[in-house]
């Protein structure tokens, strides 16, 4: 009787490890900056990335993808290294050093002890790949500064990358970097015009 337990254990250890070593490894993701030269070379512009706003379907580690009307699928070996927010705040930080030629960047993750010339809001409404194959980024900014600070710019977005295969994550990752980058080249110019425009005041 004892031998049988032993045995049935013994066989059950072996079945669970089985499973777990056959499974498919785990691939990890991170969205990094874009190496770009920088729309002004005049430095000191300090800016503080106040939000950085995700819906809630990507609030998790496993990338999200499009898999019919209405419908998202979440892959369980091809996961976020970090949570996406924070991965896209500070990659949004340095885009944006990288662009306006300044270090002096805050964001929730690193505060400034400089009052910010200006502040930029994000808002991301949809950021994954739709059915068809293309990353689709959609959402807006806003882009404020002044003494007393206003609002200087509001700007939706709805971008689309290129198609890439279904289930080809390497690539749409390299997309969703791409579209990323789109959107701080865009908001860093609205910050240019506004900065421009205060001077000539």
């Not at 254990?9 to 490890?17: A, Q």
């Not at 400089?114 to 068809?132: G, H, P």
């Not at 939706?156 to 791409?178: I, N, T």
Request: net charge neutral; proline share 3%; charged share 15%.
């Amino acid at each position: 009787m004892k031998l049988s337990r032993v045995m049935y254990l013994t066989l059950v250890l072996i079945c669970v490890t089985g499973c777990r070593s056959g499974g498919a490894p785990i691939s990890y993701y991170l969205i990094d900056p874009v190496n770009s030269v920088a729309l002004t070379q005049t430095p000191g512009l300090s800016i503080e990335i106040r939000d950085l706003h995700v819906p809630q379907y990507l609030e998790r580690f496993q990338i999200a993808m499009r898999s019919g009307s209405n419908q998202l699928v979440f892959s369980d070996n091809h996961q976020w290294a970090e949570s996406l927010q924070k991965n896209l705040m500070r990659t949004t930080a340095r885009n944006f050093a990288t662009l306006l030629n300044t270090a002096d960047i805050g964001t929730p993750l690193t505060r400034s002890s400089n009052r910010a010339d200006y502040v930029v809001e994000i808002y991301i409404d949809q950021f994954d790949q739709s059915t068809v194959g293309e990353v689709v980024f959609a959402g807006h900014f806003q882009i404020i500064g002044g003494k007393p600070y206003k609002v200087f710019a509001t700007q939706s977005f709805s971008l689309s990358g290129a198609k890439v295969g279904r289930g080809d994550y390497p690539m749409m990752v390299a997309s969703m970097q791409k579209l990323l980058f789109e959107v701080c080249n865009s908001a860093a110019a609205e910050i240019l015009l506004a900065e421009q425009g205060t001077k000539l005041k």
